[in-house]
C-alpha cells in the first residue's frame, strides 16, 4: 500500500514538474506612432514615426498606407512624411511591421488638423 502510494505521489510530481517547464507565453509587442508636429495645421508636412521597445523595427520590413494608399515600404523604414488633409476631414495612416518578433502587428493614426483664426475686437476702440 505504501509503495503505491509512494509511486503515484511520484508519477504525480514529475506531471505537474513537467507542465511548469512547458509553459510559454507569447507576447506581441506594441508599436506607437507620433507625429512631428503634434498639432499638425491643413496642408503641414507630418512626419509620422513608428517606434516600438519591444522588437527592433530597424530589422524588419515596415509598409506604411495613407488614405488607403501605400506611402512606402522597407526595411527599417521607421517614418514617413505626408500632408496633412483640408480642416474638418480626417486621415488615416497605418504601418504594418512584416519579420522579427513583431510579425503582423500594425497600428494606425488618424491625423484631423485644424486651425483657428482668432478675431479681438477691444471694447471702446476706434
Known sequence: MKRGLCIGIFVYLLIVI???GSAHAQVTPDIS???IPLNPQPGDTVTVTATSYGADLSQATL????????AGAGIGK????VVAPAA????????????GVASGVSA???LRPGSVDLLWEAADAY
Do not use: E, P, R
Open 18 to 20: 513537467g507542465t511548469l
Open 33 to 35: 506612432l507620433d507625429t
Open 63 to 70: 509598409s506604411w498606407v495613407y488614405n488607403g494608399k501605400s
Open 78 to 81: 521607421t517614418s514617413i512624411s
Open 88 to 99: 474638418g476631414s480626417t486621415a488615416t495612416v497605418t504601418v504594418t511591421v512584416n519579420g
Open 108 to 110: 494606425s493614426i488618424v
